[in-house]
T-cell receptor, first 117, second 115 residues
Framework: AQTVTQSQPEMSVQEAETVTLSCTYD???????LFWYKQPPSRQMILVIR??????QNATENRFSVNFQKAAKSFSLKISDSQLGDTAMYFC??????????????FGAGTTVTVRA | SAVISQKPSRDICQRGTSLTIQCQVD?????MFWYRQQPGQSLTLIAT?????????ESGFVIDKFPISRPNLTFSTLTVSNMSPEDSSIYLC????????????FGPGTRLTVT
């Protein structure tokens, strides 16, 4: 079974600054997918970024980027130029590779990010 | 990405009753999923619902408690049966994007409170 660990329950960042959220996972799989989801107070789960384990290049989506360290089983999210609208709970999630019939997303406990004006 | 709606958005129910949650997608999707998010917690997969077959339940979830229907490629329902206060949660449906990219998109969720 896969486990996903987010060790930071809460993070606070000043507007326009940068914040990095940590995520580690445990798996015996070699190919898999990693995700970061954002859940603002509206509770809508929003896909922020996706990384394929067999790609060495770190994924980037505008102000959001990841640092994927496969050997260390680490998948951190960096939010640059933080905006008030980034205030949300952020979940790291794991999914097995496309050749698996298992589409289950395994989520970490989440990190609450508060952006201060 | 698919646009997903859920009904109701929230409800307050008495223990012992049942509630059926609807999930509607604006495009045909093969795979739909139901997750539960207990207060202050992360999301846990309840079951996978594919059209034309019975839902596949995760460990700890049973069909008698959470019956699921999937009558077509754009719609699914989850029923929470014989509710107790421990069932108070947000229930979310999601769909897989069908492009082989393993992206899942979520509905807005249904906040259920059982008194």
């Amino acid at each position: 079974a896969q486990t996903v660990t987010q060790s930071q329950p809460e993070m606070s960042v000043q507007e326009a600054e940068t914040v990095t959220l940590s995520c580690t996972y445990d798996t015996s799989e070699n190919n898999y997918y990693l995700f970061w989801y954002k859940q603002p107070p509206s509770r809508q789960m929003i896909l922020v970024i996706r990384q394929e384990a067999y790609k060495q290049q770190n994924a980037t989506e505008n102000r959001f980027s990841v640092n994927f360290q496969k050997a260390a089983k680490s998948f951190s999210l960096k939010i640059s130029d933080s905006q008030l609208g980034d205030t949300a709970m952020y979940f790291c999630a794991f999914m097995k590779h496309v050749h698996s019939n298992d589409y289950k997303l395994s989520f970490g406990a989440g990190t609450t990010v508060t952006v201060r004006a | 990405s698919a646009v997903i709606s859920q009904k109701p958005s929230r409800d307050i129910c008495q223990r012992g009753t049942s509630l059926t949650i609807q999930c509607q997608v604006d495009s045909q999707v093969t795979m739909m999923f139901w997750y539960r998010q207990q207060p202050g917690q992360s999301l846990t997969l309840i079951a996978t619902a594919n059209q034309g077959s019975e839902a596949t339940y995760e460990s700890g979830f049973v069909i008698d408690k959470f019956p699921i229907s999937r009558p077509n490629l754009t719609f699914s329902t989850l029923t929470v049966s014989n509710m107790s206060p421990e069932d108070s949660s947000i229930y979310l449906c999601s769909v897989e994007d069908g492009q082989g990219a393993r992206r899942q998109y979520f509905g807005p969720g249904t906040r259920l409170t059982v008194t």
